[in-house]
């Protein structure tokens, strides 16, 4: 799993620190191990592993992460798998993933 990237530097994720309770079900239901839960408190090891799937969001009780699910890297890698073409995650103009 250590080698599992999308597309590196692209991922939205973002973690409130202040708000996490440290429940753990980040990591739970996160596909790729993106978390992880020490001292009480959930960490995000490797960004570059989010598929901005959303399960993460979805599933905390305090609202302290935040995703833009289905943008960028998820999508651009499987536009790129339908058409053969490489990923993109450039959503500023001719763009696979918008």
Known sequence: MNKFIYLPDVSTLKLDDDTCIGCGLCATVCPHA?????????RIVDLDRCMECGACV?????????VKAGVG???????GWITGKEPSCDCSGDSSCC
């Open 58 to 66: 979805l599933n905390c009780p305090v609202s302290a992460l935040e």
């Open 34 to 42: 993106v978390f992880v839960v020490e001292e009480k408190l959930a």
């Open 73 to 79: 890297c998820a999508s651009a890698i499987i536009y």
